[in-house]
């Protein structure tokens, strides 16, 4: 079986671990009755093939292996059965396979190996829906386009399909072409003494048979050990039973996302005809300079950094009010440093603690000089009104006023159009809020509040009354962040308003 090892630049991406509990399971799944053909697209040390010579002695199994000193064990476990034919290719390029296809498919394909530029561009023409860095989903249809009419597919992949924006292309796949039979998760660690670059996987098994509107697939989640794998083949398989996902819903859901059952409010909020926050706002990611050591310096507040940033002198820095006049060309005075707002989790606001060269000279360095490292990137945003956002989070989602300051490319920039700017409030405590944190973990489980996940947001816009309710206890909480750090107990009253906008069992 192949896992991933260790993040680095491999085109193998390969560690190989024999876990008999998910082997097992996987071939039951299977369902082979002893003549099918069977295509194993990357082979690794032939754990599948092992087992699958525990129900037929004498398998019909193409292998693909890439790497030449797997191929050689491969050729030496099985070279006294014929029937096991073992390749040595690359199963990710157009290499000539005679159009054959497969009754079953089995595979723990390489996670996130490297793939040069070249190879890269190759595989995004032949599958432009798909994300080409990630490799398991290029193996995931490429092996579906292989299956005879029925036929049936069994991988163990990353749980990241299930929801991250990346994925969408491989999710439509999916649900246009295919039945999914079932998808069991578990965390990484069923593989012992294995250090997986991601933290959930997931058992997925597919038939090649076109879905109808009304189908749907269970579930499984909450197993203890590895051990309970196989009990999934049986009767007992319904107490691991989390849900049943339609595809009608699916359909329906932002990006197709697999969203997984979660609390009455959130579901409804979700798959309802909300507003979304792209609907409302523009988000966007915010400005680099190439070389901070150069033109980013920090207040005397700042503690960290101090061997790397110098301490920006008073007097050069700019007070204006720059959203008047947003000077994206440059300022042509001596106060030319201005303030940026960077990353780090602080609600409400965080004070001006590092400033930005904004002179002509940095500008055109920016723009021209250094442009391939600098990322001047949406500055018709630049010294506006809007909120700013970690792009990683820590424990929950945290928004921080931008009041006509530069924002850093490790914000994502939110600001609302024209017709909405009497939102920026309700915004600016929605993304501090208990609502919005459990709303947009439910979008995407990580900690990673990306432009596109944070444009899916659903919003509610409450009554003018309660509308006004909430803008004003924004600016009561405003004004406190300014003094000290805003804590939960400041929060109680906001979050009793959005538990009530969103009809959250916690109001």
């Known amino acids: ?74 050729k030496s476990k099985f070279s006294d059965i014929s029937s096991i034919k073992i390749e040595q290719e690359d199963f990710l390029l157009p290499f000539q396979l005679n159009f054959k296809k497969y009754d079953r498919v089995i595979a723990n394909p390489p996670y996130g190996a490297y793939q040069s530029p070249e190879k890269r561009k190759q595989l995004k023409n032949e599958y432009p829906r798909l994300y080409a860095k990630e490799t398991y989903g290029l193996f995931l249809v490429k092996a579906m386009e292989l299956l005879k009419d029925s036929g049936r597919l069994v991988f163990i992949v990353p749980d990241t399909y299930l929801t991250l924006h990346m994925h969408e292309g491989l999710r439509k796949e999916l649900l246009e072409h295919y039945e999914i039979e079932s998808i069991v998760l ?73 969203f997984l059952p979660s609390k009455d409010w959130i579901n409804s909020a979700l798959s309802t005809n909300n507003l979304k926050v792209g609907d409302i706002c523009s988000v966007v990611t915010g400005f680099y300079s190439g070389n901070d050591g150069k033109y980013l310096r920090r207040s005397k507040s700042v503690t960290r950094g101090v061997k790397k940033y110098a301490l920006v002198n008073t007097d050069n820095v700019c007070n204006d009010d720059l959203s008047i006049t947003p000077p994206l060309d440059g300022l042509n005075i001596s106060s030319c440093w201005v303030p940026i707002v960077k990353g780090g989790n602080k609600r409400f606001y965080k004070n001006s ?77 929605f993304f501090n809020s208990n609502v919005c944190n459990d709303l947009i973990r439910t979008i995407n489980a990580s900690t990673n ?12 816009i409450p009554n003018e009354m309660i509308l006004n309710e909430i803008t004003n206890e924004v600016k009561r909480v405003l004004v406190v962040s300014k003094k000290r750090d805003v804590i939960a107990d400041d929060l109680l009253k906001l979050n009793k308003y959005y538990d009530e906008v969103y009809g959250s069992k916690s109001a």
Not at 54 to 63: L, V
């Open 186 to 258: 578990f965390p990484s660690n069923f593989f012992p003494g294995v250090n997986f670059g991601y933290a959930g996987l997931s058992i997925i098994s597919i038939v090649n048979k076109v879905p109808n509107k009304n189908y749907s697939f269970p579930v499984y989640n909450g197993l203890s050990t590895s051990k309970e794998l196989p009990d999934l083949l049986t009767d007992k398989r319904k107490k691991y039973e989390i849900c049943r996902l339609a595809y009608s819903q699916l359909d329906n859901n932002p990006s197709s996302a697999f």
């Open 449 to 460: 509040n990306s432009a596109n996940y944070i444009k899916k947001i659903p919003i509610i």
């Open 353 to 429: 603690e590092w400033f930005m060269d904004w002179s002509k000279e940095a500008i055109y360095d920016y723009k021209v000089a250094n442009k391939k490292r600098a990322r001047f990137q949406n500055p018709q945003y630049y010294f506006h009104q809007g909120i700013g956002v970690p792009m990683v989070s820590s424990s929950s989602i945290t928004g921080s006023l931008i009041d006509g300051r530069l924002f850093d490319q490790s914000i994502v920039g939110i600001f609302p159009k024209k017709e909405h700017k009497n939102l920026t409030n309700f915004l600016l405590g």
């Open 1 to 74: 079986m192949v896992a991933l090892a260790k993040r680095k630049q491999d085109e193998y991406q390969a560690f190989y671990t024999n876990c008999n509990y998910i082997t097992s399971y996987m071939t039951g799944l299977l369902q082979c009755q002893g003549d099918e053909s069977i295509l194993e697209p990357c082979a690794g040390d032939g754990a599948f093939i092992e087992e699958l010579k525990t129900i037929n002695k004498t398998p019909n199994i193409t292998a693909y292996e890439l790497n030449s000193n797997s191929v050689s064990i491969l």
